[in-house]
């Protein structure tokens, strides 16, 4: 009797599933209806608003649709062009040759229209950015706001409004918000309020090996994963560079304190092959207190609080980091271990010289431009849909002094590019030594 009704509650789950499923398609399909047109006739959004709200149309006012309009009276509205009153619709009102399936999700995306676009009105676009109150949330505004002001006129008469730490339901989009290991772990967060996120950042000092994004979360910057290969790739230039072009085999070691991470060792799996391609002989160390042999190079993918230790343990050999991961605590260094670092900035900067702080107004700036490039491919008639399909088919956008940014369905790290960086300790600075 127990297992059968284990079984039933299974059966019911997949049933419920199936519905929710069908439901969200439903008003899918009625939104393409609303913002398109059925079978060649006219677009309800044209008359009725992108938000159903009703407006003013050849000097006639479309009324309001958004709600949970009654069935009987939509369907004798759409057919036959007679009101909930009674009488005739004006003739500008098309007579839709509309079926019974069609109609029910019209019916569907009028219960949700404008519960799905919230921040949007005909005037105002509102932005979400997630930001702390210290040196890199000042920077990361600023960057936005530059980005904004290029087209302070607005995008197709919208005036876009950046918030700052909003709640979920007053913006339409979120940009360029500083990913604490809090909110990088709260993806649910995001997926539940179902909006776009654009280039969420980094924060100084953190570091996660897992490239699984949420479904509609764009970041511009490389995965850790991506940075740790050109990491290794970058050991093996300096490596033939110094030998003469000559192929001997490198001997490197990787630094990693992370033992339980699965995403981590599917990392490490990965570099292990890209070390033999490279003529790398890759060592691999958990890192613990005990001393260390001296070695020829280092790449480092561990805690930023053991760094002044991996460098006093580790010889006169070069070491090798993530810039966001470690770059913070490299220019606590004295000058002569920081002069041994070489660091990946997984982005471009538009000055050869520069602090984080810098850095982040960068990318910011570059998060807001994909924004704009999208918002305006989308057009007027702006709606979730439209936004993420701008998005996935971004190609090669190039922002100047950034690079590149390409999106598609499946792959949502837009940027391929970064910078080897040296640190100037003495002056708090970091120095552009080789960039791709």
Request: include cysteine; proline fraction near 5%; charged fraction near 20%.
């Amino acid at each position: 009797m127990a297992r059968f009704w284990v079984a039933l509650a299974a059966l019911l789950c997949l049933f419920c599933t199936d519905i929710a499923r069908a439901d969200d398609q439903a008003w899918q399909r009625g939104q393409a209806m609303y913002h398109k047109g059925w079978n060649g006739q006219a677009a309800c959004v044209r008359c009725h608003g992108n938000l159903g709200q009703g407006k003013e149309e050849g000097g006639l006012q479309a009324p309001p649709l958004a709600g949970k309009p009654d069935r009987q009276h939509l369907q004798r509205a759409l057919l036959e062009g007679v009101g909930s009153n009674g009488q005739l619709l004006h003739p500008l009102m098309p007579r839709y040759q509309i079926d019974a399936a069609g109609l029910d999700d019209m019916l569907a995306y009028l219960s949700v229209i404008g519960k799905d676009t919230p921040g949007l009105t005909d005037t105002v676009l509102r932005v979400g950015i997630s930001l702390p109150d210290n040196v890199y949330g000042a920077a990361i505004q600023a960057g936005l706001n530059r980005a904004f002001d290029q087209v302070a006129s607005g995008v197709y008469g919208r005036k876009l409004e950046l918030l700052v730490n909003p709640a979920p339901d007053q913006v339409f989009v979120e940009v360029a918000s500083l990913q604490s290991g809090v909110q990088a772990a709260s993806s649910s967060r995001i997926e539940a309020n179902r909006r776009a996120v654009i280039g969420p950042l980094p924060a100084p000092g953190l570091a996660s090996f897992s490239d699984t994004l949420a479904q509609d979360s764009f970041h511009l910057l490389p995965s850790m994963r991506e940075q740790a290969s050109a990491l290794l790739a970058q050991a093996a230039l300096d490596a033939r560079d110094v030998a003469n072009n000559n192929r001997a085999t490198q001997q490197l070691t990787l630094i990693y304190d992370r033992g339980n991470d699965p995403a981590l060792h599917a990392l490490l799996k990965e570099l292990r092959e890209q070390a033999r391609d490279n003529h790398q002989s890759l060592r691999e160390q958990i890192w613990s207190a005990k001393a260390r042999q001296p070695v020829e190079a280092v790449i480092y993918l561990g805690s930023p609080a053991n760094l002044r230790e991996v460098l006093a343990a580790t010889g006169e050999g070069l070491v090798y980091a993530s810039a966001i991961h470690i770059g913070p605590s490299s220019l606590q260094l004295p000058p002569a271990q920081a002069a041994r670092l070489r660091l990946l900035l997984p982005w471009h900067t538009s000055s050869p010289v520069f602090d984080l702080p810098a850095a982040y107004n960068d990318a910011a700036y570059a998060a807001g431009m994909v924004l704009i490039e999208a918002l305006k491919r989308s057009g007027r008639q702006l709606g979730r849909a439209e936004l993420l399909q701008q998005l996935n088919q971004l190609r090669d956008f190039t922002i100047p002094g950034f690079g590149a940014i390409s999106f598609h369905s499946g792959q949502h790290h837009g940027s391929r590019g970064g910078q080897l960086l040296v640190v100037d300790a003495e002056h708090g600075i970091f120095k552009v030594l080789r960039s791709w």
